[in-house]
Protein backbone atom coordinates (compact mmCIF):
# COMPACT_ATOMS: atom_id res chain seq x y z
CA UNK A 1 0.00 0.00 0.00
CA UNK A 2 1.30 3.52 -0.88
CA UNK A 3 2.50 5.95 1.91
CA UNK A 4 0.04 8.96 2.72
CA UNK A 5 3.22 11.32 1.23
CA UNK A 6 3.64 9.22 -2.21
CA UNK A 7 0.07 9.73 -2.82
CA UNK A 8 -0.57 13.63 -2.06
CA UNK A 9 2.84 13.74 -4.54
CA UNK A 10 1.22 12.22 -6.86
CA UNK A 11 -1.96 14.05 -6.48
CA UNK A 12 0.03 17.37 -6.95
CA UNK A 13 2.12 15.95 -10.01
CA UNK A 14 -1.40 14.69 -11.41
CA UNK A 15 -3.09 18.27 -11.02
CA UNK A 16 -0.78 20.53 -12.20
CA UNK A 17 -0.18 18.48 -15.63
CA UNK A 18 -4.18 18.98 -15.52
CA UNK A 19 -4.35 22.68 -15.08
CA UNK A 20 -1.19 23.21 -17.40
CA UNK A 21 -3.72 23.29 -20.49
CA UNK A 22 -7.21 23.97 -18.19
CA UNK A 23 -5.91 27.63 -17.24
CA UNK A 24 -5.82 28.71 -20.26
CA UNK A 25 -9.37 28.00 -21.15
CA UNK A 26 -10.28 29.12 -18.05
CA UNK A 27 -8.94 32.16 -18.32
CA UNK A 28 -10.20 32.91 -22.08
CA UNK A 29 -14.20 32.00 -20.42
CA UNK A 30 -13.45 34.41 -17.90
CA UNK A 31 -12.62 37.38 -20.43
CA UNK A 32 -15.33 36.14 -22.00
CA UNK A 33 -18.29 36.38 -20.21
CA UNK A 34 -16.72 39.84 -18.63
CA UNK A 35 -18.69 42.93 -19.79
CA UNK A 36 -14.95 45.31 -19.79
CA UNK A 37 -11.30 44.26 -19.53
CA UNK A 38 -10.15 42.69 -16.40
CA UNK A 39 -6.80 43.24 -14.63
CA UNK A 40 -4.66 40.05 -13.21
CA UNK A 41 -6.27 40.21 -9.55
CA UNK A 42 -9.71 40.54 -10.71
CA UNK A 43 -9.35 37.72 -12.93
CA UNK A 44 -7.83 35.37 -10.18
CA UNK A 45 -10.40 36.66 -8.30
CA UNK A 46 -13.26 35.12 -10.55
CA UNK A 47 -11.63 31.90 -11.39
CA UNK A 48 -11.69 31.39 -7.24
CA UNK A 49 -15.36 32.53 -6.51
CA UNK A 50 -16.61 31.02 -10.19
CA UNK A 51 -14.12 27.81 -10.22
CA UNK A 52 -15.32 27.16 -6.61
CA UNK A 53 -11.50 27.92 -5.50
CA UNK A 54 -10.29 24.51 -7.79
CA UNK A 55 -7.88 27.07 -9.71
CA UNK A 56 -7.36 29.03 -6.60
CA UNK A 57 -4.06 29.80 -5.04
CA UNK A 58 -2.70 30.32 -8.46
CA UNK A 59 -2.51 33.77 -8.78
CA UNK A 60 0.84 33.94 -9.81
CA UNK A 61 0.85 31.34 -12.55
CA UNK A 62 -1.72 33.48 -14.25
CA UNK A 63 0.28 35.77 -15.36
CA UNK A 64 2.80 34.00 -17.66
CA UNK A 65 -0.63 32.09 -18.81
CA UNK A 66 -2.02 36.16 -19.42
CA UNK A 67 1.68 37.17 -21.30
CA UNK A 68 1.51 34.12 -23.49
CA UNK A 69 -2.48 34.12 -24.62
CA UNK A 70 -1.63 37.76 -25.35
CA UNK A 71 1.48 36.69 -27.45
CA UNK A 72 -0.62 34.38 -29.49
CA UNK A 73 -3.26 36.70 -30.10
CA UNK A 74 -5.88 35.61 -28.25
CA UNK A 75 -5.84 38.49 -25.55
CA UNK A 76 -5.21 42.34 -26.03
CA UNK A 77 -4.19 44.40 -23.08
CA UNK A 78 -3.90 48.24 -21.61
CA UNK A 79 -1.80 49.47 -19.10
CA UNK A 80 -4.13 52.31 -16.96
CA UNK A 81 -2.95 54.43 -14.35
CA UNK A 82 -4.22 53.11 -10.95
CA UNK A 83 -5.12 55.01 -7.85
CA UNK A 84 -4.35 52.83 -5.23
CA UNK A 85 -0.94 51.65 -6.30
CA UNK A 86 0.84 51.34 -9.36
CA UNK A 87 -0.61 50.74 -12.73
CA UNK A 88 -3.11 48.16 -14.01
CA UNK A 89 -2.58 45.75 -17.25
CA UNK A 90 -5.94 45.33 -18.20
CA UNK A 91 -6.91 41.91 -20.14
CA UNK A 92 -9.39 41.56 -23.00
CA UNK A 93 -10.80 38.60 -25.34
CA UNK A 94 -9.64 39.57 -29.23
CA UNK A 95 -11.72 37.69 -31.86
CA UNK A 96 -9.43 35.10 -32.21
CA UNK A 97 -9.30 34.53 -28.97
CA UNK A 98 -12.99 34.21 -28.83
CA UNK A 99 -13.10 31.61 -31.79
CA UNK A 100 -10.53 29.70 -29.72
CA UNK A 101 -12.41 29.56 -26.74
CA UNK A 102 -14.92 27.52 -28.90
CA UNK A 103 -12.77 24.96 -30.27
CA UNK A 104 -11.49 24.67 -26.70
CA UNK A 105 -14.70 24.46 -25.47
CA UNK A 106 -15.28 21.53 -27.98
CA UNK A 107 -12.61 20.06 -27.32
CA UNK A 108 -12.46 19.97 -23.37
CA UNK A 109 -16.40 18.42 -23.75
CA UNK A 110 -15.44 15.96 -25.86
CA UNK A 111 -12.46 14.71 -23.74
CA UNK A 112 -14.28 15.29 -20.34
CA UNK A 113 -16.96 13.07 -21.96
CA UNK A 114 -14.60 10.32 -22.90
CA UNK A 115 -12.44 10.36 -20.01
CA UNK A 116 -15.94 10.23 -17.79
CA UNK A 117 -16.77 7.23 -20.10
CA UNK A 118 -13.45 5.44 -19.20
CA UNK A 119 -14.12 6.11 -15.62
CA UNK A 120 -17.39 4.67 -15.15
CA UNK A 121 -16.56 1.49 -17.00
CA UNK A 122 -18.44 -0.13 -18.85
CA UNK A 123 -22.75 -0.07 -19.26
CA UNK A 124 -23.97 -3.16 -17.43
Known sequence: MDSPDL??????????????????LALLAVLAAA?????????????????E??????????YPVLR???????LESTVEPSTAGPPRRYY????????VLLAWTAAWNA???SVDSVLQGPAA
Do not use: C, D
Open 92 to 99: RITASGRE
Open 111 to 113: TRS
Open 68 to 74: NLEGTGL
Open 53 to 62: GVLAGKQSAL
Open 7 to 24: IELQLRKFQKELSAGTVS
Open 35 to 51: PAPMYGYQIAKTLEQVG
